[in-house]
């Protein structure tokens, strides 16, 4: 069916133009980063979570890829493990994320949290299958069967199909553990570059990179970056 909206009035159209605010939590200056990007990442996180924002996800970030055909795409999803090798999450390797992440093997983070916000890039590559099962096994059982019926996804499902493949999962692994999916498992993003800003009044926030200085990323320089 089509509709046409060219005329329709949306209710926030010029509202949007007037919303602003004024960032006075705190700076980031040179004294106070950490040698580690990875540290310093630890140390933000940290913070966030302490804050216990009501329906805040503070592991939530902004994946970032691009397909073959240089058409970018963006969803959040959870990171669910990092160290000094990368960053993780898991999905479905059969969705769209997957495909681009395969075609074109490189991603951006972005985390945005209380009047800061991290920004990582990095080359990716499939977790091994045992580091999966470890997580999957983690996760509760409702969680491991919508993985199951997440195979069948297509570009148009309809809530009853969802419900009944659910039903049948249920069935299928009934009495027993739920085996980690062929089609499951995780992503790891390895940065080459982090972002790390924080809101300041009058707009002149502070804005920090870190780039290697060797190809395994133990040393790392900064420098300041224009708002």
């Not at 913070?47 to 970030?61: D, H, S, T, V, Y």
């Not at 940065?191 to 133990?218: C, L, M």
């Amino acid at each position: 069916m089509s509709i046409n909206l060219d005329n329709e009035e949306l209710k926030n159209e010029d509202l949007v133009a007037n919303m602003r605010k004024d960032y006075r939590m705190g700076e980031l200056k040179e004294e106070g980063l950490l040698e580690s990007p990875f540290k310093m990442f630890d140390m933000w996180l940290t913070q966030e979570i302490e804050l216990k924002n009501e329906g805040a996800e503070p592991n939530a970030f902004t994946l970032a890829t691009c397909s073959i055909e240089r058409k970018p795409s963006a969803r959040v999803v959870l990171l669910k493990h990092f160290d000094h090798q990368g960053f993780v999450f898991y999905t479905n390797y059969n969705s769209r994320k997957s495909k681009e992440l395969s075609e074109n093997p490189f991603a951006s983070m972005t985390f945005l949290w209380t009047q800061k916000q991290v920004r990582i890039e990095g080359s990716v590559e499939k977790v091994d299958r045992l580091e999966s099962e470890k997580y999957f096994k983690s996760r509760p059982r409702s969680s491991q069967i919508g993985a199951w019926v997440s195979e069948f996804q297509s570009s148009e499902v309809t809530k009853q199909h969802l419900e009944e493949k659910t039903i049948e999962m249920e069935n299928k692994f009934k009495d027993q553990e739920v085996p980690l999916p062929p089609f499951w498992g995780g992503w790891r993003i390895k940065p080459y570059a982090f972002e790390f800003w924080q809101g300041k009044s009058g707009r002149i926030h502070d804005r920090f990179k870190y780039v290697p200085t060797d190809s395994n990323n133990d040393n790392w320089i900064t420098k300041r970056l224009s708002p």
